[in-house]
Nanobody, 114 residues
Framework: VQLQASGGGMVQAGGSLTLSCAAS????????VAWYRQAPGKQRELVAS???????NYGDSVKGRFIISRDDAKNTLDLQMSSLTPEDTAIYYC?????????WGQGTQVTVSS
């Protein structure tokens, strides 16, 4: 399965963006999906995840601002981001997982200017 992330770009602080991750195959059999991000000089961190198809987790810094969703009919994973701050600037990566199978997308750059 290949994942193609899109939707990144440049936005001013306070703005919104929606990232999308499209899978080349069926996502239905992958119960866990997630978005991670990596800022320059920092470790990759969890942004949001859906575990076992129903448990949703958010990183502390994005709670109340970001919403993760999946559409298995379209084989897509989205991340709606609002109230963006310069601290959200990073490369955002999507992944899907089933048991010991883990696939990553190539990343999409999000830059938030103050």
């Amino acid at each position: 399965v290949q994942l193609q992330a899109s939707g990144g770009g440049m936005v001013q602080a306070g703005g919104s963006l929606t990232l999308s991750c499209a899978a080349s195959g069926s996502m239905h059999s992958f119960p866990s999906v997630a978005w991670y991000r990596q800022a320059p000089g920092k470790q990759r961190e969890l942004v949001a995840s859906i575990i076992s198809a129903k448990i949703i987790n958010y990183g502390d810094s994005v709670k109340g601002r970001f919403i993760i969703s999946r559409d298995d009919a379209k084989n897509t994973l989205d991340l709606q981001m609002s109230s963006l701050t310069p601290e959200d600037t990073a490369i955002y990566y999507c992944n899907i997982q089933r048991r010991n199978l883990l696939y990553w997308g190539q990343g999409t750059q999000v830059t938030v200017s103050s």
